[in-house]
């Protein structure tokens, strides 16, 4: 399994970024598929994440600006980021969690860098 996240970079406070990751090597229509936040010094934290039937699952700090979105035709998972502010800085991790029966550990890709100026 292989996860290819992009869309990072850097914007001013107010602006708008999308991230996009597809995964390749299997078919992952029944996993949670989400976006995890890491700032140095801290935990990687939940940003948003959807399951197989279209619920979602936001963090606090991001509710009302980010839209979590999946194409399970195109294995995709998408993240839309708008009114960013300097405290959506970080790394970007694209998650694929497997449903408990398959007992297997969740998958992460590379990691995208999102800088907000003020």
């Known amino acids: 399994v292989q996860l290819q996240a992009s869309g990072g970079g850097m914007v001013q406070a107010g602006g708008s970024l999308r991230l996009s990751c597809t995964a390749s090597?299997?078919?992952?229509?029944?996993?949670?598929m989400g976006w995890y936040r890491q700032v140095p010094g801290k935990q990687r934290e939940l940003v948003a994440d959807?399951?197989?039937?279209?619920?979602?699952n936001y963090a606090d700090s991001v509710k009302g600006r980010f839209t979590i979105s999946r194409d399970n035709a195109k294995n995709m998972v998408a993240l839309q980021m708008n009114s960013l502010n300097p405290e959506d800085t970080g790394v970007y991790y694209c998650n694929l969690r497997p449903p408990s029966f398959l007992r297997r550990s969740d998958y992460w890709g590379q990691g995208t860098q999102v800088t907000v100026s003020s």
């Open positions: 090597g299997s078919t992952f229509s029944m996993y949670v």
């Open positions: 959807i399951r197989s039937g279209g619920s979602t």
